[in-house]
């Protein structure tokens, strides 16, 4: 059974940054594509970038693409997203996810293992 946590959420005001991290256990993840969605109150969740197992290839939604890095660690089964000059629009809860077929999905429902996400408020 794979279990992802999610970490590094918080409070920062607009133009900040934040580094979310995703630390898997139970298996290793390192041939999973792994990727970070959003949600906030009143919104559907979104894609908000991926990466494949190795790390090699990348993908951004466009409204954070220049200011979002994601990137991984598979000695450490982690996968991380850099936050730079976020804005009052990123705030959502960010969760991570791992995809088995190595796919670098923009649906959740590409994914198959979820954390349980970490909150990420932007103040103006």
């Known amino acids: 059974q794979v279990h992802l946590e999610e970490s590094g959420g918080g409070l920062v005001q607009a133009g900040g940054s934040l580094r979310l991290s995703c630390v898997a256990s139970?298996?290793?993840?390192?041939?999973?594509?792994m990727g970070w969605f959003r949600q906030a109150p009143g919104k559907e969740r979104e894609f908000v970038a991926a990466i494949n197992w190795s790390g090699g290839r990348t993908s951004y939604a466009d409204s954070v693409k220049g200011r979002f890095t994601i990137s991984r660690d598979n000695a450490k089964n982690t996968l991380y997203l850099q936050m730079h000059r976020l804005k009052p629009e990123d705030a959502a809860v960010y969760s991570c996810?791992?995809?088995?077929?190595?796919?670098?999905?923009?649906?959740?429902?590409?994914?198959?293992?979820w954390g349980q996400g970490t909150q990420v408020t932007v103040s103006s």
């Open positions: 139970g298996r290793s993840l390192s041939t999973y594509a």
């Open positions: 996810a791992a995809n088995r077929d190595q796919s670098m999905g923009v649906d959740s429902g590409d994914y198959d293992y």
